[in-house]
């Protein structure tokens, strides 16, 4: 019998942040305390605050990871980042997949699975997005899209190592509009299901987050449905006392 999954809430700063926001993170991590919290803590920050934000974390638990990384671990791929990189600089999780990165720099399943790949190679754990546009929802397709997406940016090493997935509808992000109880679970338990049967028991232990205009008010609702073991959260995630509120939620 497989444990249960521990939740993960996990914070996606985008491109938002300058030295002056580690401030927000020393307040997040007064908020917390010193744990033992019922959940785990991420939070993904820009590149250039990696190693600032994993060095003022240490000790507490508040992880720290980036929101990209390159397929290789080193060479000639100017103004890349691999993900060897981040994990010199304290990073523990990668974001790889973002909705934003397959529209904005039109990457593919074949991408995400390869990047997906080089953060466990470097001993990181990767949180593979998937979702749904608002189109292919409406079209009745937000299933087979999510379906799709999953078993092709999943790793094979992924019934040996850990990752995370997180279901973030792109309709969802950034618009205040979230799916309902029913369409969340819906998709969770089609991604549990696909996880365990190409995984068995090493499947049903991966985390699933739900993603997509998080907020303190609607945490707890969210997070009460089956299979949803977390969330990534976008715009909540900025300020200490709104994520705080989030991981008291949880
Ligand atoms: P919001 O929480 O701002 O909707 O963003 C969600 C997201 O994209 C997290 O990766």
Redesign the pocket.
């Known amino acids: 019998m497989s444990q249960p999954v521990k939740t993960l809430i996990?914070?996606?700063w985008?491109m938002n942040g300058l030295k002056a926001s580690l401030g927000e993170l020393e307040q997040l991590k007064a908020l917390v305390g010193a744990g033992p919290l019922a959940c785990d803590i991420a939070v993904?920050v820009p590149f250039t605050l990696v190693a600032s934000a994993a060095t003022a974390m240490a000790g507490s638990p508040v992880a720290i990871g980036g929101q990209d990384c390159h397929t290789q671990t080193s060479g000639a791929h100017t103004g890349d980042i691999s993900a060897a990189m981040l994990a010199d600089a304290g990073a523990a999780f990668i974001?790889v997949g973002?909705?934003?990165r397959r529209a904005d720099h039109g990457e593919t399943d074949a991408n995400v699975q390869a990047k997906a790949e080089a953060v466990i190679a470097a001993g990181l754990t990767p949180i593979i997005?998937v979702g749904e546009t608002e189109a292919e929802r409406r079209a009745g397709s937000a299933l087979a899209v999510v379906e799709s997406q999953l078993a092709a940016s999943v790793p094979d090493s992924a019934g040996t190592s850990k990752i995370v997935i997180?279901y973030?509808p792109v309709w969802?992000?950034?618009?205040?509009l979230t799916p309902t109880r029913a369409d969340i679970a819906e998709i969770h338990a089609a991604i549990r299901a696909q996880l365990v049967a190409r995984f068995g028991d090493a499947g049903a232990g991966i985390a699933i987050l739900y993603?997509?205009?998080?907020?303190p008010g609607n945490a707890a609702e969210i997070l009460g449905v089956d299979d949803v073991n977390g969330g990534?959260?976008?715009?909540?995630?900025l300020k200490a006392e709104d994520f705080n509120g989030i991981i008291q939620a949880a």
């Open positions: 996990a914070g996606n985008k993904c974001i973002h909705s934003e997005c997180a973030e969802a992000i950034g618009t205040g993603g997509g205009s998080m907020k990534l959260v976008g715009g909540a995630s």
